[in-house]
């Protein structure tokens, strides 16, 4: 098959990237490579990918997807995106254009091209406020508290409207906070290492008082892949599914796990909640479960000694 991946030097991209190429398909990546959180760790991603024969990469905005030639791409997996709930309240506009208009042309270019497939990322962050726990895809999504949450929501009103309109079968994927090796610098895991391994000082919102559904990276992409396997044998779908651990964890707990795994200490500032932050979030996946029949689960423990151990 012929993979299109979005955002493929971000973090989930380059996983779901390696995945689809040590199963022999071939990859077409296109991604900006954008300042968002240093490019360092994206070139690095990129220069990983650049070894296998089937990976082909575009360095191009997405807004420019149209000057894209390839013909006969399967499934288009759509993962670029100003990612980042707090940057989302210092450049509201940016996040509209980059998650939202540039979404539009991408299914423009997939109607355009008769893409007839169009996975996309939404995020846990659309359940903002509603306080329901294990938070289930039926859950009204209407209480949003980020702009980041805000685009994510319309990325799937979009999905509906190209799928009911167009026929272009969509699944949108609510990944709740991911983590693994190449992992994103600007991330609570990768914060708190960073910090133990430079004797920096860490910060904990609310007190470290909030919890978190954190989801290793193998699982998010095995449970992609495993919906495109699905979804070769049916004609007509318009989905979203939660991907979670499925386990929430106090955040504080959280930096006493990677204390012990480093062996490290380091200075910790109490702060008051942020407005932005909801204050938990647990992940029901029956639905995605049930569709795919993928059940593996790497457990936080084991999870974060793989980011160690990636150091
Ligand atoms: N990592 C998480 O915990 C998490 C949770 C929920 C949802 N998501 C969503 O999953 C997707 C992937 O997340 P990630 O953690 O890999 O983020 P990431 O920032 O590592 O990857 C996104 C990539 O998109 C690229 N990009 C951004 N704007 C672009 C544009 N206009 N044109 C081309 N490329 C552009 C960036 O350079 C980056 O490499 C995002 O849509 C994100 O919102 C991630």
Same mark, same amino acid.
């Given at each position: ?6 955002? &493929? ?13 040590? @199963? ?15 490019? /360092? ?101 209407? @209480? ?11 990325? *799937? ?98 930096? !006493?796990?990677?204390?012990?795994? &480093? ?9 008051? @909640? !942020? /407005? ?25 423990? *084991? ?9």
């Amino acid at each position: 098959m012929k993979i299109l991946i979005t955002g &493929s030097a971000g973090f989930i991209g380059f996983h779901l990237a390696s995945l689809f190429l040590k @199963k022999k398909h071939t990859v077409i990546g296109i991604d900006n490579l954008c300042k968002s959180y240093g490019v /360092k760790v994206k070139k690095k991603r990129l220069s990983e990918l650049r070894k296998q024969k089937n990976f082909k990469f575009y360095k191009k905005d997405l807004k420019f997807i149209n000057q894209i030639k390839e013909k006969k791409i399967d499934y288009i997996i759509h993962l670029a995106a100003q990612a980042g709930v707090r940057l989302s309240q210092d450049k509201p506009e940016l996040f509209i254009n980059d998650n939202i208009l540039n979404t539009v042309k991408l299914f423009e270019f997939a109607k355009k091209e008769g893409i007839k497939n169009v996975f996309y990322a939404s995020s846990s962050s659309v359940y903002g406020n509603s306080n329901l726990y294990p938070s289930t895809e039926d859950i009204n999504i209407n @209480k949003p508290i980020s702009i980041y949450g805000i685009t994510k929501g319309c990325n *799937e009103d979009l999905a509906y409207y190209y799928n009911y309109v167009y026929g272009i079968n969509t699944i949108g994927f609510r990944f709740f906070t991911v983590y693994g090796p190449y992992g994103r610098p600007d991330m609570s895991i990768g914060i708190f290492f960073k910090a133990l391994l430079n004797k920096e000082k860490i910060s904990l919102f609310n007190n470290g008082n909030n919890y978190r559904d954190y989801t290793y990276v193998d699982d998010i992409v095995g449970q992609i892949y495993s919906c495109v396997l699905r979804t070769l044998k049916i004609k007509k779908y318009n989905k979203v599914f939660n991907i979670g651990g499925e386990k929430t964890i106090q955040i504080k707990k959280l930096l !006493n796990l990677i204390e012990k795994i &480093s062996k490290r200490k380091t200075k910790v500032i109490f702060s008051k @909640k !942020n /407005k932005l932050d909801p204050v938990k979030s647990l992940a029901d996946n029956s639905q995605i479960k049930k569709f795919t029949n993928f059940k593996k689960s790497t457990s936080i423990l *084991e999870g974060l000694k793989k980011v160690y151990k990636s150091l």
